[in-house]
């Protein structure tokens, strides 16, 4: 059977970037069924899908929803993602994204699912030398979190080896927006990207936002950094699975637009959404902040015959009607 014509098992499938990718997979017609410890997702996130409640490191749960459910392919985004979190608690990160990984690989590999989509993240390139980053770019995390997402990449290189298992690494860099009709989006609650936190002292005006430097060798003094609508993520898994269904070989992928866009061209893009400014104060750098980093998307197009779809005004916008129905939803 070709894998394509059995079921995607999409850990974490109740969190932000799982949801959306959700939701495309089954407009592309794929029958789904997602695992999540609903510790972060949300229930009513997980749209047209069967959800399990449950642990990616419970190895009997993984198997018994594989067989149940004719698992054949899996997307792995079930992780912890906070980076100063996953300094001052690294056992935390160790245990769910490294080792509750190798869990959740063997539980599949014993069930015949050898196709594997993962989340990793553009940090592990730490701060680049060299704009726009490329695949081949160092290795250089430089937070446990980083880390962690290096660790599983090559961690699914050697199952590569030992197995067969042939995984995609899907290096994301800013996950932005909303869906277009305005059902799902980011939770705010623990986010400390700029979007998201540009969205509550716009919304909120009860706070602030802190622009961490604005006087970096940059046009325009702020930090750069590759925006990526979440639609356009989703679609890069679709895209993935697809790859691994006609016997595409394990690699790693940077999911970028290839522009890259400062603090100030997002709080431009938000106050155009908003339609007033976004009450700002200058705070002194943050320590690590890499000055600019962005992606170079040829490879995608050129092996998944993927490219993004959509830019920084969409994904302001999206975020923005997102946010702003859920503050009026008193969440
Ligand atoms: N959001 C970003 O900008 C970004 C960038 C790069 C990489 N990533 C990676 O993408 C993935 C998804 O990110 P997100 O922003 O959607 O995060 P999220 O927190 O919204 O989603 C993660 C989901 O995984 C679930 N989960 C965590 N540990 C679990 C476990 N042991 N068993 C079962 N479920 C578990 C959580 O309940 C949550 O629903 C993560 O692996 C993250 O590290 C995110």
């Given at each position: 059977?070709n894998?394509?014509?059995?079921?995607?098992?999409v850990?974490?499938?109740?969190?932000?970037i799982?949801?959306?990718?959700?939701r495309?997979?089954?407009e592309a017609?794929?029958?789904?069924?997602?695992?999540?410890?609903?510790?972060?997702?949300?229930?009513?996130a997980?749209?047209?899908a069967p959800?399990?409640?449950?642990?990616?490191r419970?190895?009997?749960?993984?198997?018994?929803t594989?067989?149940?459910?004719?698992?054949?392919?899996?997307v792995h985004f079930?992780?912890?993602?906070?980076?100063g979190?996953?300094m001052?608690?690294p056992?935390?990160?160790?245990?769910?994204?490294?080792?509750?990984?190798?869990?959740?690989?063997?539980a599949?590999?014993?069930?015949g699912v050898?196709?594997?989509v993962?989340?990793?993240s553009?940090?592990v390139n730490?701060t680049?030398a060299?704009?726009?980053v490329?695949?081949?770019?160092?290795i250089q995390p430089?937070s446990?979190?980083?880390?962690s997402?290096?660790?599983?990449?090559?961690?699914?290189?050697?199952y590569g080896?030992?197995s067969d298992?042939?995984?995609?690494?899907?290096?994301y860099?800013?996950?932005?927006?909303?869906?277009?009709?305005?059902?799902?989006?980011?939770?705010?609650?623990?986010?400390q990207n700029?979007?998201?936190l540009a969205?509550?002292?716009?919304?909120?005006?009860?706070?602030r936002?802190?622009?961490?430097?604005?006087?970096?060798?940059?046009?325009d003094?702020t930090?750069?950094?590759?925006?990526i609508?979440?639609a356009?993520l989703?679609?890069a898994?679709?895209?993935?699975?697809d790859?691994?269904?006609a016997g595409?070989?394990?690699?790693?992928?940077?999911?970028?637009?290839?522009?890259?866009?400062?603090?100030?061209?997002?709080?431009?893009?938000?106050?155009a959404?908003?339609?007033?400014?976004?009450?700002?104060?200058?705070?002194?750098?943050?320590?690590?902040d890499?000055?600019?980093t962005?992606?170079?998307?040829s490879y995608?197009?050129?092996t998944?015959?993927?490219?993004?779809?959509?830019?920084?005004?969409e994904?302001v916008?999206?975020?923005?009607?997102?946010?702003?129905?859920q503050?009026?939803?008193?969440?």
């Open positions: 059977m894998s394509l014509d059995g079921t995607v098992l850990t974490g499938g109740a969190g932000y799982g949801s959306h990718t959700v495309s997979l089954r017609g794929r029958d789904v069924v997602v695992l999540d410890s609903l510790e972060f997702g949300r229930r009513e997980v749209i047209d959800l399990v409640v449950g642990d990616i419970d190895q009997d749960l993984v198997t018994a594989c067989n149940e459910h004719g698992v054949t392919q899996l079930a992780a912890y993602k906070a980076v979190e996953s001052e608690q056992a935390r990160y160790w245990r769910n994204n490294v080792a509750g990984t190798v869990d959740l690989v063997e599949c590999l014993a069930s050898n196709d594997i993962f989340s990793s553009c940090s730490g680049p060299v704009n726009p490329t695949e081949d770019a160092p430089e446990v979190y980083a880390e997402k290096a660790m599983v990449e090559r961690i699914l290189y050697w080896q030992t298992l042939r995984s995609v690494s899907l290096r860099f800013n996950a932005a927006g909303a869906s277009f009709d305005g059902r799902i989006g980011e939770d705010w609650t623990h986010s700029l979007i998201p969205m509550k002292a716009v919304l909120l005006k009860d706070r936002l802190s622009v961490f430097g604005d006087d970096y060798d940059t046009p003094g930090c750069i950094r590759d925006y609508h979440v356009d989703a679609d898994h679709v895209k993935s699975l790859y691994l269904a595409g070989a394990t690699t790693a992928v940077n999911v970028g637009t290839g522009i890259g866009s400062s603090v100030y061209d997002v709080l431009e893009a938000t106050a959404a908003a339609g007033e400014p976004v009450p700002y104060d200058i705070a002194p750098r943050r320590a690590g890499p000055v600019a962005f992606a170079e998307p995608a197009q050129r998944l015959g993927w490219s993004a779809q959509y830019g920084l005004t994904i916008d999206t975020a923005y009607a997102w946010h702003k129905s503050v009026e939803l008193g969440r």
